[in-house]
């Protein structure tokens, strides 16, 4: 059965630094997605990795994946209070079903 | 722009009803899925379709089934409701499992409450 693990499950930041959410998972896998959700919203794309090495960044969100290590990373360069909000990853398991991280709640306090 | 509506953001259900979620996309997606999300377990897979009229169960199954007569709808039916589904339940919808760079579109979430 996939596990798919993220650490922290909570985290809280101030204003202006770095951090990074790590994502484990327990089986093959090349497709991982990140995923981020605001209280009382549903969830929004933020990034689909493909394959091993993948590296996409939008904004102050850097996201890879290493999959012979199993483990995405989702950075997070001088945090503003915008980029507070609950994010998940999944990761593929076959066609497009997608099993989820617990999700890692981010504060990012001025 | 994908769209995935359901049909109400709060409900409120009583012990042993049956109850219906409804789900409806508009991009002519092939995947839709039944999801529903607790406090530190993430989102756990209830059952999915790739086509109509087929589904298949995810990790939770028990306690629910699911009907997919036409493309757009996918419908949850919880045949006799407990106090241990109160939850969101969220629907999402995906056009391929043969496109690699798919991704899950989600709807606004059904919040379940019930007494």
């Known amino acids: 059965e996939l596990k798919v693990e993220q650490n922290p499950l909570f985290l809280s930041m101030q204003e202006g630094k770095n951090y990074t959410i790590y994502c484990n998972y327990s089986?093959?896998?090349?497709?991982l997605y990140w995923y981020r959700q605001d209280p009382g919203k549903s969830l929004e794309s933020l990034f689909v990795?493909?394959?091993?090495?993948a590296v996409k960044q939008e904004g102050r969100l850097m996201a890879s994946l290493d999959t012979k290590a199993r483990l995405s990373t989702l950075h997070i360069t001088a945090a503003v209070h915008d980029l507070s909000a609950t994010y998940f990853c999944?990761?593929?398991?076959?066609?497009?079903?997608?099993?989820f991280g617990a999700g890692t709640r981010l504060t990012v306090k001025p | 722009d994908v769209k995935v509506t359901q049909s109400s953001r709060y409900l409120v259900k009583r012990t042993g009803e049956k109850v219906f979620l409804e789900c409806v996309q508009d991009?002519?997606?092939?995947?839709m899925f039944w999801y529903r999300q607790d406090p530190g377990l993430g989102l756990r897979l209830i059952y999915f379709?790739?086509?109509?009229?087929?589904?298949e169960k995810g990790d939770i199954p028990e306690g629910y089934s699911v009907s997919r007569e036409k493309k757009e709808r996918f419908s949850l039916i919880l045949e006799s409701a407990s106090t241990n589904q109160t939850s969101m339940y969220l629907c999402?919808?995906?056009?391929?499992?043969?496109?690699?760079?798919?991704?899950?579109?989600f709807g606004p979430g059904t919040r379940l409450t019930v007494l």
């Open positions: 999402a919808s995906s056009l391929s499992q043969f496109m690699d760079t798919d991704t899950q579109y």
């Open positions: 379709s790739y086509d109509v009229k087929m589904k």
């Open positions: 089986t093959t896998s090349d497709r």
């Open positions: 991009m002519d997606h092939e995947n």
């Open positions: 990795l493909l394959s091993n090495g």
């Open positions: 999944a990761v593929d398991v076959i066609g497009n079903d997608m099993r």
